[in-house]
């Protein structure tokens, strides 16, 4: 079927102007400006002024509505996948915690199984696993009952029951520089996270092949001016892409805003890191087995840590663009674009033909009004 969304804004990388779309199944078939002859289809739909950006793509995110995909059943992951779409997010890599092999295995079977059944919320792209290879200094908010060494054979294992996408790891555990050669072999980006190694290891990760950090500034050895740690590689290195949680608790504005400055808009991706508490009412949640107190949104443990994180994916764009002042044609990178070029997650993140028709309409105010999956409407605000 070819649908023709008319006379919208169109957003995307290096485009910013009035147009429409023309779909054809779930594939971009055309991109028209707004003084073009539109052709006929088998659906036409009046965007009235309203903005289509690429589906956003969250590469982290633990769970939302009450869910966990840790929880590892088909209601745990039909929760989140549905709730993404109202963020819109119409791919996501399902996040593991630091639990036991048999949970992230039990797990990774039930992503396989939404994976290839779904039919109705965002699309699973692969499995991103945060820990269980994890230092236990650097753990935060990960359960150290459960850390481990590196083990290449591990992910193999968990790989073959569906597809792992990107590896969350402390590079200064034994071993690392090794697992980190084995994981790119094999075509997963290993990330560094909950590290706080020096900036030698980091340089040494980073020639190795480790080309990611997980939830930048956040459990990495920060910026001094003597000790330039795992932020201060991250900062300087090109070839380097980081996430950063945009909810207001993980970043200060100013921070997010020179991390953009120095790292560009093309080498920066908003993540959620979402936990079961996201969308949900302030109270006691469980994290991996550990209780976190979430009070006006911002989960921490009995400590005080910050123990993952409540906000939504649209709003981490709004923050961005808040903050940094960047043109939406700009900011839009740090949403999908990003994310898809760095894991290889196919033709996503742009409105171009040929690309994926996985669509967020949004208001001018930058809120979720629809979201597309696969050239369907998938989502729409009431």
């Known amino acids: 079927m070819r649908t023709l969304l008319r006379n919208g804004r169109l957003v995307s990388p290096d485009r910013d102007h009035s147009g429409s779309i023309l779909l054809d199944g779930d594939k971009i078939e055309r991109i028209f400006l707004s003084a073009e002859e539109l052709p006929p289809a088998d659906r036409e739909i009046d965007l009235a002024g309203k903005t289509v950006l690429p589906g956003f793509i969250d590469i982290h995110s633990h769970g939302r509505g009450g869910a966990d995909f840790c929880d590892g059943t088909p209601e745990a992951f039909e929760t989140i996948g549905n709730g993404k779409l109202s963020e819109g997010v119409t791919s996501f890599l399902a996040t593991t915690l630091t639990v036991s092999v048999e949970d992230i ?9 939404y994976r290839r059944n779904n039919r109705t919320g965002a699309r699973l792209l692969g499995m991103h696993l945060e820990g269980p290879f994890i230092a236990p200094e650097g753990a935060g908010a990960q359960n150290p009952d459960f850390l481990l060494h590196p083990d290449i054979a591990l992910v193999r294992k968990w790989d073959a029951v569906c597809p792992v996408k990107k590896v969350s790891f402390s590079p200064e555990l034994p071993g690392s520089m090794e697992f980190i050669r084995a994981l790119r072999e094999i075509g997963i980006m290993p990330s ?5 190694a020096e900036y030698e290891t980091f340089e040494l990760a980073r020639a190795a092949g480790m080309k990611h950090l997980t939830h930048f500034c956040n459990v990495l050895t920060p910026l001094h001016h003597l000790k330039f740690g795992f932020v201060g590689g991250g900062l300087r290195s090109g070839d380097v892409f980081v996430e950063i949680i945009c909810d207001g608790v993980h970043l200060c504005d100013e ?66 663009l808040e903050v940094s002042g960047l043109p939406p044609r700009e900011a839009v990178k740090c949403t999908s674009w990003n994310q898809a070029q760095s894991l290889n997650l196919g033709r996503r993140g742009r409105l171009e033909p040929g690309y994926e028709a996985d669509l967020a309409v949004m208001d001018s105010g930058w809120h979720v009004l629809e979201t597309w999956v696969g050239g369907v409407p998938r989502w729409k605000k009431a």
């Open 105 to 113: 295995t039990k797990t990774c079977r039930c992503a396989e199984t």
């Open 192 to 196: 560094g996270a909950h590290s706080l």
């Open 255 to 320: 921070m997010i805003d020179l991390i953009l400055k120095v790292k560009g808009s093309e080498r920066v991706m908003i993540i959620t890191d979402a936990m079961r508490a996201a969308g949900m009412p302030d109270g006691i949640y469980d994290l991996g087995g550990l209780p976190v107190q979430v009070r006006n949104g911002k989960a921490t443990l009995s400590s005080g840590r910050v123990a993952g994180s409540t906000g939504l994916f649209d709003g981490g764009f709004r923050k961005v």
